[in-house]
């Protein structure tokens, strides 16, 4: 008997320093994990398409505040998902965000995601260019707006106001 897998996903990017590859996620994404792998062992956490990934054993720092986790990836790991990280070589830190420069933002909505009998899944993307409101200490506000943000190329379609992304 063939079965759907449940899938539940969670966005993450990646940076490359002299010291290696560090993967970002949300804290909130670790924690749903840690979540469902105590609640059935079976569970496992994959990096695109990769094979099963130990992002608990691979954590460098968390902070629940700030809800940012970092990880370690290996450089064959990042070549088998064909993942580009972004390199920070030669510019870290970034410069501070300024009102209304455009900032890329991304996520996998559920409702955006299909599984398949074959236990393979289709995830689809929300993507856009969107505005900085305000830099805090803590926080970078951007404002979603249909009407003024631009969509990517790889997802040219913006949601509706009220979507949950």
């Known amino acids: ?3 759907l897998a449940l899938f539940h996903g969670g966005t993450c990017f990646f940076l490359r320093f002299e010291r290696g590859i560090i993967g970002v996620t949300a804290n909130h994404v670790v924690n749903a994990y840690e979540s469902a792998a105590a609640a059935n062992p079976n569970t496992v956490c994959q990096l695109r ?8 054993g691979a954590i460098i720092a968390r902070d629940a505040a700030r809800d940012i986790a970092t990880f370690a990836v290996s450089e064959a790991v990042l070549s088998h998902i064909e993942a580009i990280p972004l390199d920070c070589r030669a510019s870290w830190p970034p410069p501070e965000p300024q009102h209304l420069w455009l900032l890329s933002v991304c996520g996998f909505p559920e409702t955006m995601r299909t599984s398949r009998a074959d236990r393979s ?3 689809g993307a929300w993507g856009a260019l969107a505005a900085v409101e305000c830099v805090t200490r803590d926080e970078i506000l951007i404002t979603y707006d249909p009407a003024i943000v631009k969509p990517t190329e790889w997802a040219p379609r913006l949601p509706p106001l009220g979507f949950n992304l």
């Open 121 to 123: 899944a289709e995830f």
């Open 1 to 3: 008997m063939n079965t």
């Open 49 to 56: 398409n990769s094979p099963a990934f130990d992002l608990v």
